[in-house]
């Protein structure tokens, strides 16, 4: 990804630029690479706002939001993701779903389970009628998040969400969703006293990787092993 953009920094074309950043983002942003965000989200923006790219400029607030939230500066980020979301919404942008996932996702953090359902039950049916399932998995977790954060909690419908999300991302053969699944539902388990269910279900999937084991998907899996850890697997665990 850091090619492509050195090559459309080089070629000095702006619109390529502006359309290449938002699939750089969700690379970073997936490994957790903060900086390399914010660092190609501001001049996304400025570019985007310099060549009249009305709805790309949409596209970039949403992300700087996003990235504050990760930030945790909730306030400002929840603020500025929520408005983009209303404006791209407003124009018929059909990737508006993708965004909605993580406002639900910081919703459900900050103690609005109910709000957070309703914004990403709205994501997974317009996902479903565009037939764009490659985030199903993803949004099925966050479905999950919100269940278990709304005024009355409902684990057994996170859990099957989890379950279902597990099991799409099987199907599609997209093993870091699928990891990002198990995370959630093992950490479910754990809280319901089912440990050794949820290593069990965990460890293979982690085992499946061969690289990228500084990214914060793998990080947790490895730590959330660690505390679950029986006996016979610590040497695994501790890897």
């Avoid at 306030?75 to 209303?86: D, F, Q, R, T, Y």
């Avoid at 809280?191 to 690289?211: K, N």
């Amino acid at each position: 990804m850091r090619r492509a953009i050195s090559d459309v920094i080089a070629a000095n074309h702006p619109v390529m630029f502006c359309r290449a950043l938002p699939w750089a983002f969700g690379v970073f942003f997936w490994n957790g690479d903060l900086e390399d965000c914010e660092e190609h989200i501001d001049r996304f923006v400025v570019e985007a706002r310099r060549h009249n790219l009305a709805i790309l400029q949409l596209v970039g607030e949403a992300m700087k939001g996003i990235t504050l939230l990760a930030r945790n500066e909730t306030g400002v980020g929840l603020a500025m993701l929520k408005g983009s979301i209303e404006k791209l919404h407003s124009l018929c942008f059909g990737a508006v779903a993708g965004f909605r996932m993580p406002l639900a996702d910081a919703l459900a953090a900050t103690g609005h389970g109910d709000e957070a359902l309703d914004t990403i039950d709205q994501a997974i049916a317009q996902a479903q009628h565009c037939n764009f399932m490659m985030d199903m998995p993803d949004m099925l977790c966050t479905r999950a998040k919100a269940l278990m954060r709304k005024s009355n909690p409902d684990l057994s419908q996170a859990e099957l969400s989890l379950i279902r999300a597990l099991d799409l991302a099987r199907h599609q053969g997209a093993l870091g969703y699928e990891l990002r699944a198990a995370i959630a539902l093992a950490r479910l388990w754990q809280r319901g006293d089912r440990r050794r269910e949820a290593y069990d279900m965990l460890a293979p999937v982690y085992q499946q990787f061969t690289e990228g084991f500084q990214t914060r998907s793998l990080v947790a899996a490895r730590g959330l092993l660690a505390e679950l850890n029986p006996p016979r697997s610590r040497s695994f665990a501790a890897k």
